[in-house]
């Protein structure tokens, strides 16, 4: 596939069928963009990642890389040894996120603070104003 020069096409983000929406979706969802992030540094086996992405079960780590590989951003290398050992890595259309992942991975480190603060004060402000428990 050639990804030097994309095809832009109608959207409509409201279609569950819509290529863009279903592209959307896996993008950003909570794993997926935590995966391309760790394999832009180059292949990884399914250990190292799920020691690297915390809170990750091996169910949606299996998951979110199956799904990435249904949708030609990584490919899986299996080698012959005992047992068997499974590599995972950027396809050329996966490493097109890696740019726009990073932008987003370093908003989140700009603004994340910021955005807690203001959750833990507007969680503040609810317990105030909620009566006490009655017994």
């Not at 963009?33 to 250990?47: N, Q």
């Not at 799920?50 to 590989?69: H, Y």
């Amino acid at each position: 596939m050639d990804t030097k020069t994309p095809t832009l096409f109608q959207t409509n983000f409201s279609a569950r069928s819509c290529p863009a929406r279903q592209a959307l979706d896996l993008i950003t969802d909570k794993w997926t963009p935590l995966v391309i992030s760790l394999l832009h540094d180059g292949p990884k086996r399914y250990t190292q990642l799920k020691r690297q992405i915390g809170g990750i079960t091996q169910k949606m780590l299996t998951q979110t890389l199956r799904k990435m590989e249904e949708e030609g951003l990584a490919t899986r290398t299996v080698y012959p040894t005992a047992p068997p050992s499974v590599e995972y890595a950027l396809t050329p259309l996966g490493e097109t996120l890696c740019e726009p992942i990073d932008e987003l991975l370093r908003w989140t480190r700009t603004y994340g603070l910021q955005m807690q603060s203001i959750r833990e004060r507007i969680e503040e402000m609810h317990n105030e104003t909620m009566p006490p428990a009655q017994p």
